[in-house]
């Protein structure tokens, strides 16, 4: 009989999560993504320009930077990617930029969500969008969830992977599970995001921005942290567009602001820094509050186990550490642990 299997979240460590599940046994999982998102990528996210769908931003992750390491144990992923050529190598200039030795940068050409949209087309899996998970609860032997506009449905397995502070605030059953294994417990409570503002800004065709750097991390404004264009980083010629994040100490400052008094603030000082800068036709603000990983859970497991029957793993890139890899990472551990546990249901 097969089973149904659930993963929560559709960004990196969702999606491989679900590719890789796929290729176990199709016969024997049934799986689901639900993500609360209008899309797939989670914080590798890319907005469009809603006059002209050819001009994007990405607006959460920029670029992949590979070390040795992973470039290594990951190479059946980065070969794939850049078969496909979802990924091309970063020729441009990064300015202020900090990468060891050997380290290599790769760009998403057709946007940094095309690489979550490529693991999920690959798994096949049931996706759905706009569910907001609210209540994970063992009813009879199956995890019964809902949603916060009252869907229920009925899994064999979940797998979770939003960030941590979702996860800790969902209902049903999930807060006492955490609570009665107090190791767990507290790592996912010490484990600490930052939070940051991105701005994407469009320009009219013709358009140009007179700067040397394809993209470059800003070290003397309190405000602007880094500035990438965005259509250069992608080898693009016209169509111009612009990426501008901020820095951490700005991002908690105005967490709580809403984002239409905080965006003429980012651009003040962006206007500071490029006083030649053309004024965008299009502007779009997003506000990270959980940004990069800050401090992942204790010793980077990869995953943890809050119940073995029926199986409900969480996991992401808190668990190991906050880039790609740290997804990649998370979800070939994710997978191991769920194989190991299928196999004794």
Known sequence: MSKSVLVVGCGMTGAVTAFLLSKLNPQKLMISCWDK????????????????????????????????????????????????????????????????????????????????????????????????????????????????????????????????????????????????????????????????????LFFADGAEIDVPWTASYVTENPCIRYIAIDNKKRGKVGGASMVVHTSVPFGIQYLESDKDDVQPIILDHLKTLLPRLPEPSEIKCQKWRYSQVKQSYTDSPGYVELKSDPILLCGGDAFVHSNMDGCLSSALKIVNRFVDLFNKL
Not at 77 to 91: K, N, W
């Open 37 to 200: 998102a209008r899309g797939a990528g989670g914080r590798m996210s890319t907005s469009r320009n809603k006059e002209n769908v050819n001009q994007t931003v990405d607006l959460g992750a920029q670029y992949i930077s590979v070390t040795p390491h992973y470039q290594h144990i990951h190479k059946k992923f980065y070969d794939d990617l850049l078969s496909t050529e979802l990924l091309i190598p970063f020729t441009g200039l990064i300015e202020g930029s900090r990468h060891g030795e050997g380290t290599k940068n790769f760009v998403a050409p057709k946007g940094m969500n095309s690489l979550v949209k490529h693991f999920l087309s690959m798994s096949g899996a049931n996706t759905h969008f706009n569910r907001t998970v609210k209540q994970i609860t063992d009813i009879n032997g199956k995890w019964q969830v809902k949603t916060d506009d009252g869907l229920t449905e009925s899994f064999d397995c979940v797998i979770m992977t939003p960030p941590v502070p979702q996860i800790l605030q969902m209902g049903g059953d999930i807060q006492q599970l955490i609570e009665s294994q107090p190791v767990i417990h507290n790592c996912l409570k010490n484990v600490k995001y930052s939070s940051r503002y991105a701005l994407g």
